[in-house]
């Protein structure tokens, strides 16, 4: 399956069905999830697609019922693609999917406009259930973080509750995560199509936000968060 040109995985959809686009850059990751949905009444799999720029032609070709988004993608972030998708297709249903920790990225996809949010380790037991809650009209987050949005709101919303992580922007968090995969200054402005001396300002507001004095404290702070993120 060839993730430069994913539109050819389009597949027929009848009306009955719901019809559902999986966006993800891993192949295997699409197979094993568009197998899966194919198995479940109600849904069915109209196509593929492996990176933002392709995930709008398919939306605007297909015209999914819903999408389901991973977050992190080549060129862009899953966040973007959902603002991006949504600004297109306001009626557009999406779920993202992500091996990032849900207490950082849900409520980043949720106030996106995603209808719910999955970990990919949990993803192909809770897929149905996220499916199914979001055509009914619900939004999907794990037990875990549903309670945290229940004991936020008790004890009086985010401001009181955030963490340094919450209250970066999500170009911020872009950034945070491009210096702990090793890029540069320079580097990060060519991946993020940004100018050096944006990129210089977003770390230098990361490093006030997370309290650091020096940048290679915050390097090394992005490093090791990154890896956490990935085991």
């Not at 939306?59 to 819903?66: A, G, T, Y």
């Amino acid at each position: 399956m060839s993730s430069s040109a994913p539109l050819a995985t389009w597949k027929s959809v009848s009306p009955e069905n719901k019809s559902v686009l999986i966006i993800d850059d891993h192949p295997i990751f699409r197979f094993g999830l568009s197998q899966l949905i194919g198995s479940i009444d109600g849904f069915a799999v109209c196509g593929e697609a492996s990176n933002a720029h392709t995930a709008l032609q398919a939306v605007e070709r297909f015209r999914p019922d819903i999408a389901l988004v991973d977050v992190a993608m080549p060129g862009t972030n899953g966040i973007d693609v959902i603002k991006s998708l949504l600004m297109q297709h306001p009626s557009l249903l999406v779920l993202m999917i992500s091996l990032h920790d849900e207490a950082i990225y849900a409520l980043r996809a949720l106030r996106a406009g995603a209808k719910g949010y999955m970990m990919k380790d949990e993803a192909l037991s809770t897929v149905v259930t996220a499916l199914q809650k979001i055509v009914d009209g619900g939004i999907y987050v794990s037990p875990k973080l549903s309670e945290r949005l229940v004991f936020r709101a008790i004890h009086g919303g985010e401001s009181n509750l955030a963490t340094p992580m919450d209250r970066l922007s999500d170009r911020e968090l872009e950034v945070l995560q491009l210096l702990g995969r090793g890029s540069n200054t320079r580097g990060i402005a060519s991946q993020l199509n940004l100018g050096i001396k944006t990129v210089e300002t977003h770390r230098a507001h990361l490093k006030k936000k997370l309290g650091f004095l020096h940048q290679d404290e915050l390097v090394k702070f992005a490093s090791e968060w990154q890896s956490a993120q990935m085991n």
